[in-house]
């Protein structure tokens, strides 16, 4: 028999599992795992996050040099698709919701059947008009998905009840119909433990801390500022939605153990990305850089063909070469298009597939590691231009795009990987604007935890290189080479390089930003609205002299209640700026 499952988690963080680290999580399930598969070491993320890295999941190839977050494209190869095609049934279960939004929206249909479970981050699902009393916090950009989210967990009190209890328990109902047939893959896909870290309770009393600060189990992508008590708490909120999801391996482990599968199934267990809880100072992901946290992935695989219980494999894999190998398992051949590598040699031998592998979002650093050194190539100027959007169907993430969007959009030249197809040409806008952070290098061999750049013009011109050479190998945009100031046809030398250049500017990226009671004034001008300061004359003047950019820039979508001190946290404003900032724009002060 040939079957395959693919159990797919969303922010699993390989550093807080027992397979990869000395860790106080509870993950006796993903030891269980490991000790039954091989654990990748080095196994990496490519496009992020969510759906740019399901679409490498499906065409195993990188998207992040053409494309935002946006759905499949006509011209993508599917492999659950190509495996329907051949006769293998395919089975998605997932309770992950941006599956049901314009971004995602073709990707479900690519699979023979498939099941959605409602009710994740703030999910539009259950319908309650009444507005909830005006708590009187502070403004959050999320407070509708918050609402929402809180009318969605009262529809769930009991674990059964989960999203995640829900996916898993038809995962195991297709096993238990199944168990018999052959020629199937099913794909069980859980949400969590992306935030917010929503738990019953038995989990969290797995993790008995003293807190008496506010609920807190959903950071913002953003800056960390909230006392260390208040980062814990957050830890152990997302270590109980992990212990969680361990259980929800176990089940799937002892279905395996029940109709003892382990001799004719593949096991592939794989995340997207990982989630920040207060390393190098930030919550989240996106706009911040990709540190290892972030991409260095967890990723198990059993293949019945080649063994290999309980053993580790240091080559250098990632997200693109899932496609292959579940192709290759099924007998048939990976496209042309595909960039990904088939892991069964990884398996056999621990056989490199590459060179080095390249990962990012589009618009933010473009990034290589070859195992060793990690490099984040920053854009070139603070415009972070030029850059485009190229795509046949105009989606954002949960919006079309917008009409002034597409007024002045141009065809461009079919890529090599579009089927001849010209696609529509999109000038498009980033908030992961690189450029405020710096072009970063990371020696991994002296510095794992990456806290400390290094200078190294040799080793960053080597890298520099094996970027440019893996982009064009993606047959990337010129525009792509010309915001990283990168040449497009030559070969990048020593005066390319930007590490030197952008040193300082990456260094003050990299400070900690202090809390509003540290600005003179509790840094009461850092809290007030920009729009408001923007009205007074004279703040208006330290503004243009301090931050010009958001005097020049168009402010018509800047939220009304958006303060400096929120926009430092979510893009690098120098800590020596801000305190300047909160001394010249308090009432006292005189010029």
Request: hydrophobic content about 40%; some cysteine.
């Amino acid at each position: 028999m040939m079957r395959a499952i693919i159990l797919m988690f969303d922010s699993l963080n390989r550093h807080m599992l027992s397979p990869y680290a000395d860790t106080f999580v509870e993950t006796p399930n993903f030891a269980r795992l490991a000790a039954k598969s091989v654990t990748f070491e080095n196994f990496y993320a490519g496009s992020m996050p969510c759906m740019p890295a399901r679409r490498e999941m499906h065409t195993g190839r990188y998207n992040f040099l053409h494309r935002s977050w946006g759905p499949l494209e006509p011209f993508d190869d599917s492999m659950p698709e190509m495996l329907g095609r051949a006769g293998v049934h395919t089975h998605l279960v997932s309770d992950h919701p941006h599956y049901w939004e314009d971004g995602g929206a073709t990707y479900h249909p690519r699979y023979t059947t498939w099941e959605f479970f409602r009710g994740q981050e703030g999910d539009p699902w259950k319908g309650v008009v009444a507005q909830p009393a005006d708590d009187g916090g502070a403004w959050d950009s999320r407070s509708g998905m918050k609402r929402q989210d809180l009318i969605n967990r009262s529809y769930m009190p009991t674990e059964a009840e989960h999203p995640q209890t829900l996916t898993v328990d038809a995962g195991l109902h297709f096993i238990d119909t199944n168990q018999s047939a052959d020629q199937w893959m099913l794909q069980i896909e859980t949400f969590d433990p992306h935030e917010p870290f929503f738990t019953p309770a038995a989990y969290k009393a797995m993790y008995p801390h003293d807190y008496d600060g506010p609920e807190f189990d959903w950071p913002g992508y953003q800056k960390v500022t909230e006392p260390q008590s208040q980062v814990d708490h957050a830890r152990y909120e997302y270590a109980a939605l992990v212990s969680m999801c361990d259980k929800s391996l176990g089940r799937v482990l002892d279905a395996m153990d029940k109709y003892d599968m382990w001799k004719d199934t593949v096991l592939l267990v794989n995340t997207d990305h990982g989630f920040l809880l207060g390393e190098h100072g930030w919550w989240a992901k996106s706009v911040l850089p990709w540190f290892n946290e972030l991409v260095h992935l967890p990723m198990f695989l059993w293949d019945p063909r080649t063994s290999g219980r309980d053993t580790r494999r240091g080559a250098l894999a990632q997200t693109i070469d899932i496609a292959p190998t579940m192709l290759r398992y099924f007998g048939l051949e990976p496209t042309t298009d595909m960039q990904g590598r088939d892991l069964a040699i990884v398996l056999e031998d621990d056989t490199q597939v590459r060179e080095a592998a390249l990962f990012g979002i589009h618009g933010g650093h473009v990034n290589v590691t070859d195992g060793r050194y990690v490099y984040m190539r920053a854009a070139a100027d603070a415009s972070n231009a030029p850059l485009e959007d190229y795509t046949l169907m105009p989606t954002h993430m949960r919006s079309r795009f917008a009409v002034p969007e597409l007024t002045a959009w141009e065809p461009a030249e079919a890529f090599s990987f579009t089927k001849g197809l010209r696609t529509m040409k999109v000038q498009a806008t980033s908030r992961m604007n690189s450029w405020a952070h710096g072009t970063l290098l990371f020696d991994l061999q002296t510095d794992p935890g990456q806290n400390a750049p290094v200078t190294d013009d040799d080793a960053e011109l080597r890298m520099l290189r094996l970027l440019a050479e893996l982009m064009h190998a993606s047959d990337a945009p010129p525009s792509q080479f010309k915001r990283l100031g990168i040449p497009f046809d030559a070969v990048p030398d020593k005066e390319h390089l930007l590490v030197r250049e952008q040193a300082e500017r990456a260094s003050a990226a990299l400070e900690p930003l202090p809390p509003l009671e540290e600005f003179l004034d509790d840094g009461a001008g850092l809290n007030t609205p920009i729009l408001e300061l923007l009205l007074d004359p004279r703040c208006r003047n330290i503004l243009e002299r301090h931050v010009p950019e958001l005097v020049s820039s168009e402010l018509v979508n800047i939220p009304a209640q958006l303060t400096l001190y929120q926009l430092a946290r979510v893009s690098p404003i120098p800590a020596t700026l801000l305190v300047q900032l909160a001394e010249e724009l308090a009432p006292s002060h005189t010029a």
